[in-house]
C-alpha cells in the first residue's frame, strides 16, 4: 500500500485506507471538525467508507501541491507538509495511485481488501483483547502455562501443534519480570489456543464481580471471531450476514471503551470495519492462511532462481509445476482415506478408519459432535455412495462453561451422516471436558 499508492500507513492521521474519516487517536480533529470519528468510534453509521472518485480527488491534490513546491517552487514547505499530512498520502511519481491512463480502464481501490488474519490475529484486535484480559486477572502465568500442558487430546493432524501452544506463554516470551507485556503468538498459534483461553478464563473470572467489564468486552470479541470462522468455512453466507458482523462489531467496541477506555485502541481497530463492505462486496472470507503459505511456497522456489532476466517467468513455471505435482495427490472433497477393508455382514460397504469430509480429516477415535451430542467415530464408511460415520454416542453430565462440557461415554451406537458431523476442538481425560 505505501509503496504502490503511496499511504503513509497506520500512524498517519488517517489510518483507514477503506474509511477516511477515521482519524488517529487523541487527533484533537474531531471536535473541531464535522463528519469525523476516531479510532475508537463504535458506530458504524458514523464511518464513511471512500469512493474510488473521493480516493483519486486526493490524489490528485496531493500530485498537484507536490508539483507546486518541488517544480514551480510557489508553496511553502510548511504548507506542503501540512497538506500531505492531512491527506495521508505521499506523491509517488508512476505510481498505482497517479497514473491517469489505467484509472479508466482498472478501479483498483474498490478491489482493495482488508486482511481479517493481520487484522486480528497479529498483533491486532484479539491478541490486544488476550493481553487486557489476562492482566485484568491477575491470574499467574504458570497456572496458565499448567493448564495448557494438560493431556489434551486436538483433532486428528493438528494433535502435534496443539500439544506445543503452551509456548505462547513460555519464558522466553515474557518480559523481564516473567509477566505478560505483550501476547507474542503467530496468527495460528493465537488461533488454536482461543478454545483453551477461553475455557480457563470462564473458570477463572465468570463469578467475579469486578471482571464483570472485562469478560463481557472478551465475550463479544469472541463472538465476532465465531462469525467470522463460520463465514470463512462457508457455514453461512458472509453477505447475508454482513448485518449480524456490523452489530457484532459495535456491540464489542462499545464494551471495549467502556471497560478500557480508548488507551489500548489501535489502528487496526479502525481497520476491522472494513470486513462488512468486504463481505457485502464478495460474499466470501478469504483465507489469509492460504495465501501466506502460497507466499512462503512461491519464496522458496524465487530463491533458487539465479536467472533474473527470466526471474518471472522462472517463478511461475516452478510454481506450476509444484502445484501439478499437488494436484496427482489430489482426491474427492469428501471420500475414505488410507487402506480401505470390506466386511462379509454389509456387502454393499466400504470402509476405512479415516475420511475427508468438506476439508475436515476426521479420524477412527476422534470426538465429534453430531447436532448437539458428542459421541466418538467407531467407523467410517461408504455405503451405496454415500459417506456415513458409526458412532457412539454420549451422555451429558454437566456445562463447564460456556463452550465447554463434561460427557461420559455409552453403550449408544448410531449411523449418521458424515457431512453432518462437527469436530471437537480438544478433549480431556475419560470423562470428557469438550470444546466445539
Known sequence: MRQAIGWRGAGSIRPSIIHDNVLMKASDLVSRTDGYVEIGCCEARLLHKTTTLEFENRCDLVEAVYKRHHVDKTLSKRLFDEIIKVESLNYIPRGLAFDRELRGQVDFFSAITVDWMHTWL?????????????????????????????????????????SKLWKVFEDRRLDAKGEVDKVRSTASELLGVMTLIRHYVAIHVDHIPALAPHWKSFKACCKVLDLILVAKRATVSPRGNAGALRKLLEDFMTSHVACYGESHLKPKHAWQWALIWHWLRDDMVFD?????????QIRAIAERIDDTTRGERSVLSGVVMEQMAELKKFHSPCCLLGRTFRCDDFPNAVFANKMAVWGSTYAVGCVIFHQDIAGMLLACALDDGE???????????????????????????????AADLNMARLVRSRRSFLKS
Open 122 to 162: 497479529q498483533d491486532g484486535v484479539l491478541t490486544t483483547e488476550v493481553f487486557l484480559l489476562l492482566g485484568a486477572c491477575n491470574l499467574p502465568v504458570s497456572g496458565l502455562v499448567a493448564f495448557l500442558q494438560q493431556p489434551w487430546q486436538f483433532p486428528f493432524g493438528k494433535q502435534g501443534k496443539g
Open 288 to 296: 489469509a492462511f492460504v495465501v501466506e503459505r502460497l507466499h512462503l
Open 387 to 417: 459417506l456415513v460415520a458409526v458412532i457412539e454416542k454420549f451422555t451429558f453430565l454437566v456445562q463447564l462453561s460456556p463452550n465447554g462440557a463434561q460427557w461420559t461415554r455409552s453403550d449408544t451406537v448410531a449411523m449418521v451422516r
